[in-house]
T-cell receptor
Framework: KNEVEQSPQNLTAQEGEFITINCSYSVGISALHWLQQHPGGGIVSLFMLSSGKKKHGRLIATINIQEKHSSLHITASHPRDSAVYICAPHSGGGADGLTFGKGTHLIIQP | EPEVTQTPSHQVTQMGQEVILRCVPISNHLYFYWYRQILGQKVEFLVSFYNNEISEKSEIFDDQFSVERPDGSNFTLKIRSTKLEDSAMYFC????????????????FGPGTRLTVL
């Protein structure tokens, strides 16, 4: 069973700050999702990555498979970025379910 | 842009009743999933489905649960005899699988069905 730890659990920052959310997991994986969940409950996939780095707009995700660690960065943060950010590894291939972390509650204040 | 849809958005039922939650995955996707999130807790995997059969299920997915793809578009989750502890948000997700010679398993989620068992 993959144990997923995210840090920090809660983060409040000022608009414009650079944000980093960390994720570590215990079992080797094939890929990892970063997901965003808004207060209304909907889940949006931000990234799926299996190596290196991906960038989408102001969001950057990195992963180090050997160290079992991934990070999500937000540059020039904005109040609309306020949400829960969730790390969810795939352990295998095929139709394996994701193992979700508890999430990081991010609040960006204007 | 194609999206996963779920109906109903909110279902209220009495304990012991059967409920069916419905999902329409993205049309060219071949892998389908159900997850649940109890209020205040993390999202948990229930089951995955491929080629008209269950591929993987968690320990949560006991005999009270079943899944079906009754036609070419719908994917359903049935709970036979609901319990109070089944109250949760249920999310459907889908992924394309093999495309262009590459296995691509990014999962796309529906908006969820909030199930309340009284």
């Amino acid at each position: 069973k993959n144990e997923v730890e995210q840090s920090p659990q809660n983060l409040t920052a000022q608009e414009g700050e650079f944000i980093t959310i960390n994720c570590s997991y215990s079992v080797g994986i094939s890929a990892l999702h970063w997901l965003q969940q808004h207060p209304g409950g909907g889940i949006v996939s931000l990234f799926m990555l299996s190596s290196g780095k991906k960038k989408h707009g102001r969001l950057i995700a990195t992963i180090n498979i050997q160290e079992k660690h991934s990070s999500l960065h937000i540059t020039a943060s904005h109040p609309r970025d306020s949400a829960v950010y969730i790390c969810a590894p795939h352990s295998g291939g095929g139709a394996d379910g994701l193992t979700f972390g508890k999430g990081t509650h991010l609040i960006i204040q204007p | 842009e194609p999206e996963v849809t779920q109906t109903p958005s909110h279902q209220v039922t009495q304990m012991g009743q059967e409920v069916i939650l419905r999902c329409v995955p993205i049309s060219n996707h071949l892998y389908f999933y159900w997850y649940r999130q109890i209020l205040g807790q993390k999202v948990e995997f229930l089951v995955s489905f491929y080629n008209n059969e269950i591929s993987e299920k968690s320990e949560i997915f006991d005999d009270q649960f079943s899944v079906e793809r009754p036609d070419g578009s719908n994917f359903t989750l049935k709970i036979r005899s609901t319990k109070l502890e089944d109250s949760a948000m249920y999310f459907c997700a889908s992924s394309v699988g093999w495309t262009g010679g590459t296995f691509y398993n990014e999962q796309f989620f529906g908006p969820g069905t909030r199930l309340t068992v009284l």
